[in-house]
């Protein structure tokens, strides 16, 4: 179904196309004047009865392009949907979890007694997450240390700030003191 709606959307395309080429442009040219000569000779209105049925059927196949198009689109959407239905039902296990349980070497095993993983290998897997457990920690306590570190040297540049603020406080008070007493000698 779906060919045959491709099949007829090829088909209204190309139509589409011929009877757009076919239309007369705005500005004809001299090629539009022997044309427009030609039809005239045989009619009065002749030229202006092609150009308005060109444009007719121009809106008819476009109607047609898009709604074949829709039609298309709609249909094809609706068969991937299915398709998707389809292997879904025909492989349940896809969807479900798989159930485990250890045996009695450590090992992990499935329903049917398959090894999935065996206790080496769950032991280096656990290994590696509690390195990267430990990594991720060591990390966390050198960023708070840094913070810290970080908090201590701002404390200490407000602190210096604050001592030259004051220590320039009390250089301009001697300086206005001196400039007081040199103006009363």
Known sequence: MV???????????????????????????????IAGGAETFFGKNKGRTID??????????????????????????????????AAEESNPDASQSMNVTVDENGNLVDESGNIVM???????????????????????GAADEAEGAVDEAAGAVDEAADEA?????????AAQQAAGEA???
């Open 165 to 173: 603020a004051g220590a320039a406080d009390q250089a301009a008070d």
């Open 3 to 33: 060919t045959a709606l491709v099949i007829v959307h090829v088909i209204i395309a190309l139509v589409l196309t011929v009877i757009v080429l076919m239309q007369h442009g705005r500005q004809q040219g001299l090629s539009g004047a």
């Open 118 to 140: 065996s206790a080496e290998d769950m032991a280096a897997q656990q290994a590696e997450a509690e390195t990267e457990d430990a990594a991720a920690g060591e990390a966390e």
């Open 183 to 185: 103006a009363a000698e």
């Open 52 to 85: 308005a049925m060109l444009r007719k059927f121009t809106a008819v196949f476009a109607i047609l392009f898009i709604l074949s198009s829709i039609v298309l689109t709609y249909v094809s959407i609706r068969q991937a949907n299915l398709e998707d239905e």
